[in-house]
């Protein structure tokens, strides 16, 4: 049973335009929700996290929106670039929990 | 600091042979995980260990065992390789257990098993 949905399932955006990417949890005891940025070859790494007491978190051009009550939360890349272009995973966890449960992932392709 | 170290990078099995997916970590994280990644699939657990001698199943164990002698090593190991085991395999480590202070992933091992 999937407990984190994540959507498109793949993107293409032109350079300098929005990329926005969502997911939600079916989990109201989740209260850590990371984004992990992935290139090709290479292992995922953390790009930015956000607990469910704010609504939003900045990071650049990176931003992370939080709906408690829907149970959805997105993250924002403002004036994508090409370099931007990546596997994106969206995860949830519990505070001292020792699992995080993934995403599906999305591809992001940003064109020039 | 050479963070999570896996191997080997690439690595052909042949239906029924066993071998072992090595992990290193030297950042004295306690918490350490394997997943594996399928194309559209996200990262499933395999394993996961909460600090030396301790080993946990996640939600895709069967065909792997692992062992955790030490604080560094998180090795995991196919036994009896099976076609289904093909997939990018990801060590991850992190301090604690908690959450909020992220996984670090090594660069991962494509295993080919025909």
């Known amino acids: 049973q999937q407990q984190v949905k994540q959507s498109p399932q793949s993107l293409i955006v032109q350079k300098g335009g929005i990329s926005i990417i969502n997911c939600a949890y079916e989990n109201t005891a989740f209260d850590y929700f990371p984004w992990y940025q992935q290139f090709p070859g290479k292992g995922p790494a953390l790009l930015i996290a956000?607990?469910?007491?704010?609504s939003e978190k900045k990071e650049g051009r990176f931003t992370i929106s939080f709906n408690k009550s829907a149970k959805q939360f997105s993250l924002h890349i403002m004036d994508s670039q090409p370099g931007d272009s990546a596997t994106y995973f969206c995860?949830?966890?519990?505070?001292?929990?020792?699992?995080?449960?993934f995403g599906k992932g999305t591809k992001l392709t940003v064109n020039p | 600091n050479a963070g999570v170290t896996q191997t080997p990078k690439f690595r052909i099995l042949k239906i029924g042979q066993s071998m072992t997916l090595q992990c290193t970590q030297d950042m004295n994280h306690n918490y350490m995980y394997w997943y594996r990644q399928d194309p559209g699939m996200g990262l499933k657990l395999i394993y996961y260990?909460?600090?030396?001698?301790?080993?946990d199943k996640g939600e895709v164990p069967n065909g792997y065992n692992v062992s955790r002698s030490t604080t560094e090593d998180f090795p995991l190991r196919l036994e009896l390789a099976a076609p289904s085991q093909t997939s990018v395999y990801f060590c991850?480590?992190?301090?604690?257990?908690?959450?909020?202070?992220?996984?670090?992933f090594g660069s991962g091992t494509r295993l080919t098993v025909v």
């Open positions: 991850a480590s992190s301090y604690r257990g908690r959450a909020d202070y992220g996984y670090t």
């Open positions: 260990s909460v600090g030396a001698g301790i080993t």
């Open positions: 956000i607990r469910p007491d704010v």
């Open positions: 995860a949830a966890g519990q505070g001292g929990s020792e699992k995080l449960v």
